[in-house]
């Protein structure tokens, strides 16, 4: 079983930048295909970004393709993901999950473990 814990989160102006670390413990992150969800109070959590365990796919949301980065450190066991020119509309509690294979799918119910999240809040 593996742990995540989601840090980097925090207040921002519009236009701004912010980078959000997701660390594993338990388990090499690398051996998982990583992904980030964010859920706003009152609607469904949604897919933001992910990366293949083998690093070979990612994939990201339409709202975020240009603004959003994702990167892994296998040394550090890490993910993180870089998130520019933020927009109010990003404002949400942030997720890392990670599952089995290969695949990069948006529905929430197909991956594993899940961390406890980390708000960003980005004012206009």
């Known amino acids: 079983q593996v742990q995540l814990v989601e840090s980097g989160g925090g207040l921002v102006q519009a236009g701004g930048s912010l980078r959000l670390s997701c660390a594993a413990s338990g388990r090499s992150i690398s051996s998982y295909t990583t992904g980030w969800f964010r859920q706003d109070p009152g609607k469904e959590r949604e897919f933001v970004s992910g990366?293949?365990?083998?690093?070979?796919?990612?994939r990201y949301a339409d709202s975020v393709k240009g603004r959003f980065t994702f990167s892994r450190d296998n040394a550090k066991n890490t993910v993180y993901m870089q998130m520019n020119s933020l927009k109010p509309e990003d404002t949400a509690v942030y997720y890392c999950?990670?599952?089995?294979?290969?695949?990069?799918?948006?529905?929430?119910?197909?991956?594993?473990?899940w961390g406890q999240g980390t708000q960003v809040t980005v004012s206009s």
């Open positions: 999950a990670v599952r089995e294979g290969t695949a990069l799918p948006v529905e929430r119910f197909a991956w594993k473990y």
């Open positions: 990366i293949s365990w083998d690093g070979d796919r990612t």
